[in-house]
């Protein structure tokens, strides 16, 4: 990953540096000649106002300065001949055009040179050329050249910084991120993303985060109510159980009763079992709970068992009790805990009541009339205990799946200890 980024930045700084510089080199050496040509024109010209009027004399040759940039200056009159400066006796082709009328400028061998005409009257009299060696303009030329490749240098090594320092904080936040998702992938849920400070990665890590987050409390839940599901199942377990023992003892002559009471219990487990996974996965949507309906669910469930133990089982509800939002699975779960609870702890009659919260919603009660308890089981640490450990601890397995199900459900459920004998409440809102 840094080296694809950092081959990017130099490789997108390469283009733009040889875009920038390779035009404005070539454009160095036609600025250099017309900059010289100019100046060669310049010096020329100021020499014609100094000429004497008469040039047909070559023995009276004319004293001229030198020009600067090892330059010279060649007068020619109307014949062609040279009647001062240092150039060559022998006229070029440039100074003819100039004789003819015309200012002309180019090269002559390895100098560069421009001829102007000296117009007396009207007529052209002689012609002045200036010229200087090529290497004077190559020289500047190379010496801008030498600059501009030295300033690619240096952008170039400010792209390579740059690049360096980009991939850099590009790479190892993303590096950082690839491992706390393969602390996550490994089962590490408490990991937590770091944050770079880029945004986008930035957005990558919550992500991450929620994901963790999310397969946690999922896999918590399962692994939760898959160790403890058994003591929900209990219950259509033992009915079976009962049912086969008791056909064993007394065989009727009709198995087919048999096999419909086998029958009902399967499907109660069926339910119980899809129930639990459904919960264990993901709290459902809460909607409006038929309390009358859950109470006719309690009494069909648990009637029978309550029976078989020779203990009553007595259900009332309120009239015109609340209307509350849950899930219904759950809250069937909840009270089957709390009545098995009952079943296996207390004594004598079991009641399951239901009336309107003082603040609204509704409390669902479960009492018998046992001794109770000595101690609180809803207890933070004792909850924590018994229901990650998997040890039923008398009363501590049942209550925690109970209480585990009220929290993620936005109920709640406690132990009171208002009347002679213990009372579970179930509250809705």
Same mark, same amino acid.
């Given at each position: 990953?840094?080296?694809?980024?950092?081959?990017?930045?130099?490789?997108?700084?390469?283009?733009?540096?040889?875009?920038?510089?390779?035009?404005?080199?070539?454009?160095?050496?036609?600025?250099?000649?017309?900059?010289?040509?100019?100046?060669?024109?310049?010096?020329?010209?100021?020499?014609?106002?100094?000429?004497?009027?008469?040039?047909?004399?070559?023995?009276?040759?004319?004293?001229?300065?030198?020009?600067?940039?090892?330059?010279?200056?060649?007068?020619?009159?109307?014949?062609?001949?040279?009647?001062?400066?240092?150039?060559?006796?022998?006229?070029?082709?440039?100074?003819?055009?100039?004789?003819?009328?015309?200012?002309?400028?180019?090269?002559?061998?390895?100098?560069?040179?421009?001829?102007?005409?000296?117009?007396?009257?009207?007529?052209?009299?002689?012609?002045?050329?200036?010229?200087?060696?090529?290497?004077?303009?190559?020289?500047?030329?190379?010496?801008?050249?030498?600059?501009?490749?030295?300033?690619?240098?240096?952008?170039?090594?400010?792209?390579?910084?740059?690049?360096?320092?980009?991939?850099?904080?590009?790479?190892?936040?993303?590096?950082?991120?690839?491992?706390?998702?393969?602390?996550?992938?490994?089962?590490?849920?408490?990991?937590?993303?770091?944050?770079?400070?880029?945004?986008?990665?930035?957005?990558?890590?919550?992500?991450?985060?929620?994901? *963790?987050?999310?397969?946690?409390?999922?896999?918590? @839940?399962?692994?939760?109510?898959? &160790?403890? /599901?058994?003591?929900? !199942? $209990? =219950?259509?377990?033992?009915?079976?159980?009962?049912?086969?023992?008791?056909?064993?003892?007394?065989?009727?002559?009709?198995?087919?009763?048999?096999?419909?009471?086998?029958?009902?219990?399967?499907?109660?487990?069926?339910?119980?079992?899809?129930?639990?996974?459904?919960?264990?996965?993901?709290?459902?949507?809460?909607?409006?709970?038929?309390? *009358?309906?859950?109470?006719?669910?309690?009494?069909? @469930?648990?009637?029978?068992?309550? &029976?078989? /133990?020779?203990?009553? !089982? $007595? =259900?009332?509800?309120?009239?015109?009790?609340?209307?509350?939002?849950?899930?219904?699975?759950?809250?069937?779960?909840?009270?089957?805990?709390?009545?098995?609870?009952?079943?296996?702890?207390?004594?004598?009659?079991?009641?399951?009541?239901?009336?309107?919260?003082?603040?609204?919603?509704?409390?669902?009660?479960?009492?018998?009339?046992?001794?109770?308890?000595?101690?609180?089981?809803?207890?933070?640490?004792?909850?924590?205990?018994?229901?990650?450990?998997?040890?039923?601890?008398?009363?501590?397995?049942?209550?925690?799946?109970?209480?585990?199900?009220?929290?993620?459900?936005?109920?709640?459920?406690?132990?009171?200890?208002?009347?002679?004998?213990?009372?579970?409440?179930?509250?809705?809102?």
């Amino acid at each position: 990953m840094r080296r694809r980024i950092l081959m990017a930045i130099l490789s997108t700084a390469i283009v733009a540096i040889a875009a920038l510089v390779l035009p404005l080199a070539v454009r160095l050496e036609r600025d250099a000649r017309s900059e010289a040509t100019g100046r060669l024109e310049k010096a020329a010209a100021a020499e014609v106002t100094r000429l004497p009027p008469s040039l047909q004399a070559p023995s009276l040759p004319i004293v001229i300065p030198d020009i600067p940039y090892d330059g010279d200056l060649t007068i020619y009159n109307s014949n062609g001949e040279r009647v001062g400066g240092e150039g060559s006796d022998t006229i070029d082709p440039l100074a003819r055009a100039a004789l003819a009328g015309r200012t002309a400028q180019g090269r002559t061998g390895d100098r560069l040179a421009v001829a102007i005409p000296v117009v007396r009257g009207l007529k052209v009299v002689a012609a002045i050329e200036a010229a200087e060696p090529i290497s004077v303009s190559d020289r500047s030329v190379r010496r801008q050249r030498i600059n501009i490749a030295a300033f690619a240098g240096l952008a170039m090594l400010a792209s390579l910084i740059v690049g360096l320092t980009v991939s850099s904080a590009i790479a190892k936040p993303l590096r950082r991120l690839g491992q706390d998702a393969t602390r996550i992938g490994n089962g590490d849920f408490t990991a937590r993303a770091h944050r770079s400070g880029i945004r986008e990665v930035d957005e990558v890590a919550t992500a991450l985060d929620d994901t *963790a987050v999310r397969l946690g409390t999922i896999l918590e @839940r399962e692994r939760a109510f898959s &160790a403890n /599901a058994s003591h929900q !199942l $209990r =219950t259509p377990l033992t009915s079976l159980r009962l049912a086969i023992e008791t056909e064993l003892a007394a065989p009727r002559p009709d198995q087919s009763t048999l096999l419909a009471e086998l029958l009902d219990e399967t499907d109660r487990l069926e339910t119980t079992i899809s129930e639990l996974l459904s919960l264990a996965r993901e709290p459902n949507e809460p909607t409006i709970i038929d309390i *009358a309906g859950v109470m006719r669910e309690v009494e069909a @469930r648990w009637h029978g068992r309550f &029976a078989a /133990a020779g203990r009553p !089982l $007595r =259900t009332a509800i309120e009239p015109n009790i609340a209307p509350v939002h849950s899930s219904a699975s759950a809250i069937g779960q909840i009270v089957d805990v709390l009545c098995d609870n009952a079943l296996c702890h207390g004594q004598g009659v079991v009641t399951v009541s239901a009336r309107n919260g003082r603040g609204g919603g509704c409390v669902l009660t479960v009492s018998d009339e046992g001794n109770g308890m000595d101690h609180d089981p809803f207890a933070a640490a004792a909850i924590a205990t018994n229901f990650n450990s998997g040890s039923s601890n008398g009363h501590g397995l049942g209550l925690g799946i109970a209480h585990a199900l009220s929290t993620a459900h936005h109920a709640h459920v406690r132990l009171t200890n208002t009347g002679p004998y213990p009372k579970f409440e179930l509250i809705l809102q």
